[in-house]
């Protein structure tokens, strides 16, 4: 059975030539990483990113590129080749995987990056990608959602990192687990009945799902 993987990225702008800031990820058993990379696009550095993401990256993380080790929890500095290196060497520990994000427009893409292309990521990895934004919808909750507000209601912790890869990877892992209990709007209380519709000159049978 494979292993829900979550995690998120920090980037330098919603365009096609950004690059990676950090990224975070969380097994379901709750063995982490979490990454800084020294060698992104700073010329893509706004005046809001520098205030909220990089100034609260790891302090003088430049200086010292290397990883540390927190027993099942990794912690990396360093440029996109080396970062690749332990990741892989951290996703290895999982027989099969299954990788669940927020929204695939852009984490995806850039996770791939890391490995070269979507042929290269590590062959324990399922090839199609999961995002808790169609999950949302599919229960029947407003995909637009404030995440920490729906997984922690008014009780957001007090040490919440926000803007940090890893702190949204666990807030998207928290809201899987709380929408897996919701039977939603997709959900398994249904019961299904069947008909005919007309398409044209043709006539085609189908099932109806009631909730």
Known sequence: ????????????????????????????????????????????????????????????????????????????????????????????????????????????????????????IPKNIYYIPFDICTLFKLKGVDPDISREEFAFGDSIPKDAQKHNALWDAKVIKICYDKLMTLKGRYGRNRQRTRGFCKWGKYTRFYHVFLW
């Open 1 to 120: 059975m494979a292993t829900n993987i979550f995690f998120g990225t920090k980037f330098t702008g919603l365009h096609q030539k950004t690059t990676l800031i950090s990224i975070g990820l969380i097994s379901e058993c709750g063995k982490t990483l979490y990454a800084e990379f020294t060698d992104y696009d700073r010329f893509q550095i706004d005046s809001w990113l520098q205030k909220n993401v990089i100034n609260n990256l790891s302090p003088h993380y430049e200086l010292f590129c290397e990883r540390v080790s927190l027993e099942d929890n990794q912690i990396i500095w360093g440029k996109s080749h080396r970062i690749k290196f332990y990741l892989t060497r951290w996703l290895s520990q999982f027989k099969e995987i299954e990788m669940w994000l927020d929204c695939l427009a852009y984490d995806w893409v850039l996770f791939n990056n890391i490995f070269g292309t979507a042929f290269d």
